[in-house]
């Protein structure tokens, strides 16, 4: 598995093209991922049905031979393991009908490994049937989690919070940011259980989500944001040692040179920075992971394929870059302009 394009390009090893996956690319502009949506009640039900999850993360792979999968989940399911109850509104995206607005609900949350290993248990099962198909197609898969950040602003707000400025998420920070930190290190504790989860399951790679870390200042990104991560990865590296990490902060191209030096194994890029200019700035030790912006699959075919090509051009041959998007596809993107970008990366050479 080791010799795959994309653990060798994380790992920073030359290879003939760069390797393409995108995020949330198991989704609901596949007409087969729809289809099986219907088999499910609901989002959840669906994430908590291992063979059910199993064969959505497989859909992109049989469709466009993308060189990684990443297992189908979602960022929330920590939370719902350590006893907030999640609920999945069509159309709204998910929700925690009874937010934390106080100390104590932060203090109730369940961080007892056995029983988090069992309430995610469906995620491990999952990974465990996807790698079974994976395997003959030696194609790697991808565990991940939510950044101990993004998720409390879930928990806090009671969904996105984007609408309202984050306004209760926010109030913690500057108000009261001791309690703020109890819940990032529960989390940071939570999430470390799971990515090792993950791992013994047998995902290849973990991917650290952070969509919300953008939101903020400087200071206060180091502190409530990256070094949360910091310590997630420090959990997983403590067992295994050169396990590959990815780290990716959505508005985050002003704090890549932090970023690096966590020592991450890759860091994604959203679609606001020039590639060339990351490479300058994290150097040469790192993989780079992007940056398409996703609203340019909503661009003619010929189009997108340009600004894929224009992308790995400007990266150039040096070894380390991996085609993604800068952020999770949307729901109603046509498949043939997804079709457009993948094959603009799969009939690119290194030249």
């Given amino acids: 598995m080791k010799t795959t394009r994309f653990l060798k390009a994380l790992a920073g090893e030359s290879v003939d093209r760069p390797p393409i996956w995108f995020m949330r690319q198991a989704g609901r502009y596949l007409p087969e991922y729809r289809a099986i949506r219907q088999q499910a009640k609901h989002f959840l039900a669906l994430c908590q049905n291992p063979e059910l999850a199993c064969e959505v993360t497989l859909q992109p792979i049989r469709r466009f031979n993308l060189d990684a999968a990443i297992i189908f989940s979602d960022i929330l399911t920590v939370p719902n393991a350590m006893g907030m109850p999640l609920t999945f509104q069509e159309g709204e995206g998910p929700r925690f009908p009874e937010p934390i607005r106080t100390r104590q609900a932060i203090e109730t949350l ?15 099962e999952a990974i465990k049937l996807a790698k079974q198909q994976l395997n003959p197609l030696n194609t790697p898969l991808i565990g991940f989690c939510g ?3 993004t998720v409390a602003t879930y928990m806090i707000e009671g969904g996105g919070g984007l609408s309202s400025g984050f306004k209760n998420f926010k109030s913690w920070l500057y108000q009261d940011p001791a309690t703020l930190t109890l819940l990032l290190n529960k989390l940071v504790e939570a999430s470390t259980t799971y990515l090792l989860g993950q791992i013994a399951a047998g995902a290849d790679c973990v991917m650290i989500f952070d969509t919300w870390g953008g939101i903020v200042d400087t200071p206060r990104y180091l502190a409530f944001s990256l070094d949360p991560m910091a310590k997630i990865m420090a959990g997983i590296r403590k067992q295994h040692p050169n396990f590959p990490v990815i780290l990716f902060t959505k508005q985050g191209a002003q704090w890549l040179g932090s970023i690096a030096k966590t020592g991450c194994t890759g860091i994604g890029l959203d679609w606001t920075i020039d590639i060339q200019q990351a490479r300058e700035i994290v150097g040469n030790q790192i993989t ?7 609203m340019m ?9 340009q600004e894929t090509v224009r992308i790995m051009q ?7 870059h991996i085609m993604n998007l800068g952020h999770g596809i949307l729901p109603d993107v046509p498949v043939e302009h997804v079709s457009a970008f993948v094959q603009a990366v799969q009939q690119f050479k290194y030249t």
């Fill in 110 to 124: 369940q961080l007892d490994k056995d029983v988090l290993n069992q309430q995610l248990g469906y995620v491990f």
């Fill in 147 to 149: 950044s101990p950040f």
């Fill in 314 to 320: 400007k990266h150039g041959p040096m070894p380390g």
């Fill in 297 to 305: 699959l909503y661009a003619k075919p010929e189009i997108i394929q």
């Fill in 288 to 294: 780079l992971q992007g940056n398409l912006d996703p």
